[in-house]
């Protein structure tokens, strides 16, 4: 049924800022007695097997906690995904937003887990907390170990009853959602999405945005919070998904330990009873802010993810908004009338929205974009899609299923949607219900719900007769369940070590002409495969001011070749289950064992034989500078550029010289076609290129593929690395005004003059990551700004050294409201200015390399990083061996290598400080 919510929920919580530590709200009115934290129990409770589909088993614990498991040994990593069945939907008057906050306030430790921040570093781990309509989901991927497993599990036990939730936490924390909301204020596609939800909904809580009320989030009070988290945060309203390298036995006696003191609670759920009344008209809504680009978005009320016309919505949503494919691309973008198209049904438990948009260049007619968007999405009722079309759904969806399937890493947060739902077995009863859907269902579905009066966009106009649509209830998941049977477990894997000398070891290297390639192949589920091909083109001279035709060049690779137009492209990666990219100067795609050969043809195919069709060009160029006016008046573009510009060295038109905004507005506008046809043929070919392949393939075969379709492709002009050179720079200290825009930005930077493989590397590496790097909110300065102080949502720092040459850098940043900009400079250079001073601790030491090495072991199970990596290595002529050394000389450090290391290349004195946001 709910065919694509996963997949856009996740989507949509990532980029309109409601994860990384936030939640949705309780009620403030809910008097349940609070649950109480049992002694350890003499025998532990019941776990009870319920049922398994495709390898996935669930169990039950006597408290109500559900347990699935998903034993994969594919990858040497588990990840613990937690999710609790309450999200924004929760909410009251007043506390919108408060679901989101509490999340926050679940990583500020447990008596028993006071520093939750440094037990993630200390591990390597990649965490987060996301909150959404009907869930919220905390999560942890790291590498496999019976104790590493045994620590999560008993962290998610600990902090489900005994987290602190305190007034100072909620007095720090409240500030950093409050920026986190400030941030969604610049952009503009979260204001409208704020406005259409809130315009469309009388009384429903979908009709509140997950992020919340600004009033809300600064006045909430800390008894609300805890009066929701003891409602809401008990076993049996959580399921909890453990998946990777575990042993299944050991991992439900680690589950019945550490979840058995925690009782079944007394209280009963809150029940929600409010339902939407049918839309008696269109509704219009308009917003006015600064801003460089134009967007019309439109929506209608449609039914729950439940309900069996679920399905032609998903359909529907691909057939009008797929780009190259969609009816409403075809129409708006290839026409030149907007610059893109969007949609995605916003569903869950009860009825929601499906809402389509387009983006429109400053100064265009909005109005013709909106009439066309209304007529082609309503006439899908009357003017069925295809069988081409639906079939190109169905396999754009079942690769989803399948991918999702394959990787144990992402399943977590894909299955918490369809928990949130009532049953993770959804999942795989909208999988195999792809094939029931038909052109006559998903017209159906659009007549009954894209219609005039329950559309909300354009101008009210009183009407007699209104055409109002009745959305149904719901059925219940029992209903929807009754004839479900699971599939037979498919897909197996070897269990591969990720150290670099078994990565060594398994990979055979080949090389013809001026092509490196290396081949590892392994087992892997799925038979996946991951490919990483790079041609190195040009020379300085050669390149002088053709940076925009470069860049035009490649994005117009994949926009139609000799044999197939951009829309078959499109058609061909679907069928060959490719997913990443194609163009630019190589590819980076992941696609299966028997898909490897005929994906390897279409890459070198659109590589070397582009068509360049005009009006794609003229589509790409309009949609360049679309782009690049977005960023016009946004903080973060302006302080890069003003950053970017002050460290400038070159001379216009210098492949590494830093332009403006405006220069590169106007050098996008002054590419002609002929530009882009005359680079590729002057620049390409694979005169000096790397290919790595990892995963499930055929090595014999995957290199006579590339012999056979690389060799002899030479490149016209010769190719030559174009280094830059170390150069002090003076610091200076500039506010870059950009009116309008709630939320700020800070940037700091220094040159470094450091090379990879510098004897004090490693020690400065390390540095960087205690300070503000990798160590996340238990660096620095993320424990100071973040933590401490509540200024900043996002804060940290960035070392950017090359392996070639020593022109480094080292960047410090942190979002802010513009009038904490000036108290997060303070910290900064306080938190600078101590470290230089007092040194860097043994804990911190300890900590860091703990961390540092966990992570880079994880890395290495990723086999798309694996042949990245192989890729590098092929081009500076290294082996794996110097990534083992490079950790042997981390492992080997002691704080004063650190210490000094930090002294010799960090002075504060040198660093130049850029701010932008609209101080006044």
């Known amino acids: 049924m709910p065919l694509n919510r ?59 906690l559900k347990v699935l498991l998903f034993p994969d040994a594919s990858k040497p990593t588990i990840i613990v995904n937690m999710t609790y069945l309450v999200g924004s939907r929760m909410e009251n008057y007043g506390e919108t937003g408060m679901a989101h906050l509490l999340e926050h306030l679940l990583f500020k430790g447990t008596p028993r887990n006071p520093d939750i921040d440094k037990q993630f570093n200390q591990r390597g781990a990649r965490y987060n907390g996301t909150t959404w309509l009907d869930r919220t989901n905390y999560y942890e991927l790291f590498q496999a170990s019976d104790e590493n497993l045994k620590w999560a599990i008993d962290l998610e036990a600990d902090r489900m009853v005994n987290s602190f939730i305190r007034k100072s936490d909620l007095d720090s924390e409240m500030t950093v959602v409050r920026n986190e909301y400030e941030m969604g204020e610049n952009s503009p596609f979260s204001v409208m999405l704020k406005r259409l939800q809130s315009v469309a909904y009388d009384w429903h809580s979908y009709g509140r945005s997950t992020i919340g ?60 009873w409010t339902r939407e009344p049918a839309q008696d ?71 929601g929205l499906h809402i389509f948009g387009a983006v429109v260049k400053k100064g265009d007619p909005v109005e013709p974009v909106k009439d066309e968007l209304v007529r082609i999405v309503e006439e899908l009722a009357t003017k069925k899609p295809t069988a081409e079309e639906v079939d190109r759904a169905r396999k754009n969806y079942a690769n989803q299923f399948e991918k999702t399937l394959n990787n144990h890493e992402t399943i977590g947060a894909q299955m918490s949607e369809y928990i949130a739902l009532g049953d993770w077995r959804l999942f795989f009863l909208s999988r195999d219900d792809l094939e029931k859907v038909t052109p006559d269902s998903i017209s159906k579905a659009a007549a009954a719900y894209y219609r005039r009066d329950n559309r909300v966009i354009g101008y009210y106009v009183p009407e007699d007769n209104p055409l109002r649509a009745e959305v149904p209830q719901a059925p219940t998941v029992a ?10 477990t498919v897909g197996t894997s070897e269990a591969f070590e990720p150290t670099q000398a078994n990565i060594e070891a398994r990979t055979k290297r080949y090389e013809f002409g001026g092509v490196k390639v290396a081949l590892l192949p392994k087992k892997n589920r799925g038979e996946v495969v991951n490919v990483t091909m790079q041609l190195r083109i040009g020379n300085e001279k050669d390149l002088f001011g053709k940076r925009r035709i470069a860049s035009l ?33 190589g590819a980076n795609m992941q696609t299966t064992r028997e898909n490897l050969d005929g994906a390897l043809r279409l890459a070198v195919h659109v590589l070397r034989e582009p068509s360049f069709p005009e009006g794609e060009f003229e589509q790409l160029k309009k949609q360049a500078v679309t782009a690049l006016q977005t960023q016009l008046s946004e903080p973060n573009s302006r302080a890069s550029e003003a950053l970017s510009r002050h460290f400038n060295a070159y001379p216009k038109g210098d492949w590494r010289y830093a332009s403006t905004l405006e220069e590169a507005i106007e050098d996008t506008q002054a590419v002609k076609l002929d530009d882009v046809k005359a680079f590729h043929k002057a620049f390409y070919g694979a005169s ?32 030559q690395r174009i280094d830059q050179a170390y150069r002090d720079v003076s610091p200076i200290n500039k506010a870059v005004p950009t009116p309008d825009k709630e939320n700020a930005i800070l940037l700091a930077r220094l040159n470094v003059n450091s090379r990879d ?23 620095r300065l993320g424990a100071r700004i973040r933590q401490k102080d509540g200024l900043s949502y996002g804060t940290g720092s960035d070392l950017a050294v090359g392996s070639t040459d020593r022109a480094g850098s080292w960047v410090a940043y942190a979002i ?19 470290a230089l001073k007092d040194g860097f601790t043994e804990a911190e030491l300890a900590n860091a390399k703990s961390g540092i090495m966990q992570m880079r072991v994880q890395n290495r199970s990723q086999d798309g990083t694996v042949a990245a990596g192989w890729v590098n290595n092929l081009n500076l002529g290294r082996t794996w061996a110097f990534s083992k050394q490079f950790e042997d000389r981390i492992m080997a450090l002691k704080v004063a290598d650190v210490n000094a290391a930090l002294k010799k290349y960090v002075d504060p004195a040198k660093m130049t400080i850029i701010k932008a946001g609209d101080f006044k």
């Not at 409601?18 to 309780?26: I, K």
């Not at 209903?479 to 037979?488: I, T």
Request: aromatic share 8%; with cysteine.
């Open 6 to 64: 996963a997949f856009t929920a996740v989507l949509l919580a990532t980029s309109l800022g409601f994860c990384g530590f936030a939640s949705a709200q309780p009620a403030a009115t809910i008097k349940s007695a609070p649950a109480k934290t049992a002694p350890a129990m003499s025998q532990p409770q019941s776990f009870t097997k319920v049922t398994t589909v495709e390898g996935i088993t669930e169990y039950r614990l006597g408290n109500g």
């Open 213 to 272: 009320n600004r009033s809300d989030i600064e006045n909430v009070k800390i008894e609300n919070l805890q009066a929701f988290y003891r409602t809401y945060y008990q076993p049996d309203n959580a399921v909890l998904l453990v998946a990777g390298k575990i042993d299944e036995a050991k991992t439900i006696a680690m589950i019945a330990k550490a979840f058995a003191p925690v009782q079944k609670p007394r209280r009963v759920l809150p029940v929600l």
């Open 281 to 351: 008209g269109e509704r219009t809504f308009q917003i006015r802010r600064k801003g460089d680009v134009q967007i019309v978005m439109l929506a209608y009320k449609v039914p729950s993810s439940l309900q069996e016309d679920s399905d032609g919505i998903s359909f529907a949503n691909f057939v009008l908004t797929d780009t190259p494919t969609g009816r409403l691309h075809k129409a708006l973008v290839e026409s030149g009338k907007a610059a893109q198209v969007f949609g995605y049904p916003l569903v869950g438990v009860d009825p």
């Open 479 to 488: 209903e929807v369940m009754k004839d479900f049977k699971g599939k037979a």
């Open 553 to 585: 060049t490649g994005s117009m690779l994949s926009r139609g070749t000799t044999k197939y137009t951009r829309e078959q492209i499109a058609d061909e990666s679907e069928k060959l289950k490719i997913s990443g990219s194609i163009g630019g100067t």
């Open 688 to 719: 000096v290129a790397e290919i790595s392949i990892v995963g499930d393939f055929d090595e014999a075969k995957a290199a006579a593929t590339l012999k056979e379709l690389l060799e002899g492709w030479k490149s016209a002009t010769p190719y």
């Open 757 to 779: 493989d510098d004897p004090d590397f490693a020690a400065l590496y390390v540095a960087n990551y205690i300070l503000g790097g990798g160590a996340s909110f238990d660096s």
């Open 816 to 834: 802010a409201a513009p009038q904490n900009v000036a108290k997060v400079e303070v910290a900064l250079r306080e938190e600078v200015d101590r």
